[in-house]
């Protein structure tokens, strides 16, 4: 199997069309529905997704504060995308003050994703 990626996507549909491809591309995919069992896969799964796709928005929160717990735990998450429907100039200022990789906004080209998510990969396996 590929390296994991982590999706965290509230939308039922996208969340499993985007898993359905990044498969196809030769990941493992780990498909959370929100942050709590984003934090179970993380936590108590001990999951280090190469590359994490994250909302902003989640029922239980804002997936911020997830990237935040895990940096000041030092686990190794990979690197974030954030990719967001509700993002605002603040969120992505702070995304990216988390050390997020990228912040775009939905909807978003697949090819311009592949390749985000592709520099992402690369920038972490170099970080490992």
């Excluded at 100039?89 to 998510?117: H, M, N, T, W």
């Amino acid at each position: 199997m590929g390296d994991a990626l982590l999706l965290i996507e509230d939308e039922a549909l996208l969340g499993t069309e985007l898993a359905r491809h990044f498969r196809r591309e030769g990941w493992e995919v780990v498909l959370a529905p929100d942050l709590a069992s984003a934090r179970r896969a993380l936590h108590d799964d001990e999951l280090a997704p190469l590359v994490v796709v994250s909302d902003m928005q989640l029922p239980d929160g804002n997936a911020l504060d997830l990237l935040n717990e895990v940096r000041d735990r030092r686990e190794g998450a990979g690197e974030w995308i954030f990719l967001t429907g509700y993002g605002s100039v603040a969120d992505s200022v702070r995304a990216l003050r988390l050390g997020a990789y990228d912040f775009l906004e939905k909807p978003c080209d697949q090819k311009r994703l592949d390749l985000i998510v592709a520099g992402a990969a690369r920038s972490a396996r170099a970080q490992r």
